[in-house]
């Protein structure tokens, strides 16, 4: 039996790493060893720990991107285009522009990736793939009520912001009084 495979998700904040390792664990269970890194030091009770925290998260999690945690990785996963990180021979390395696709649809194929190469007959057992697709359905279904949310939001906040343009109006109209004809 082979070895699991060590994955390092490397980004400059410690959310978008910690939730990168979230997506992956619930997609691959623990046939993947999954690791994070900041190229930043950790932030302690910074904005992102809060979020962290809020999403069920560790914050106390994130380590500092160190040559010991890329010399025993065997894949490198740096989030975000801009970031520098030292190349170590013999590591397959990964920039992922979050721009153009979702860190979901990423991970989700990574997830693919890693479930047909640590099978060694090269395919997932059908359980294994219905339970892959069950999984990402829920995933999409959260991010999908949640942009749902945001969208119900902004629209209750736009139609309150225009009553207030409508009261406001009102309220010099009501103050000038009758006008007087000329």
Known sequence: MTSSPIVLFVGDDASSTQIAESLLHRLV????????????????????????????????????????????????????????????PGRQYEEWDLTATSLEQRVETLA???????????????????????????????????????????????ASARQRVRNRRRNRRDQRGPELPS
Do not use: C
């Not at 994070?36 to 991107?65: K, N």
């Not at 099978?119 to 749902?148: G, H, T, W, Y």
């Open 29 to 88: 269970g623990d046939r993947v060893e999954i690791h994070t890194a900041g190229a930043q030091p950790p932030d302690p009770g910074g904005r992102e720990d809060q979020m962290l925290v809020m999403m069920g998260l560790d914050p106390a999690h994130e380590e500092r991107l160190s040559v010991r945690a890329l010399n025993t990785s065997d894949r490198v996963i740096i989030l975000g285009t801009s970031l520098d990180v030292a190349r170590v």
């Open 112 to 158: 693919a990736e890693l479930i047909s190469s640590t099978d060694p007959s090269n395919r997932a057992p059908r359980a294994e793939v219905k339970r892959f697709r069950l999984v990402v359905q829920q995933i999409r279904r959260r991010l999908a009520m949640s942009a749902s949310r945001r969208r119900d939001q902004f629209a209750r906040r736009r």
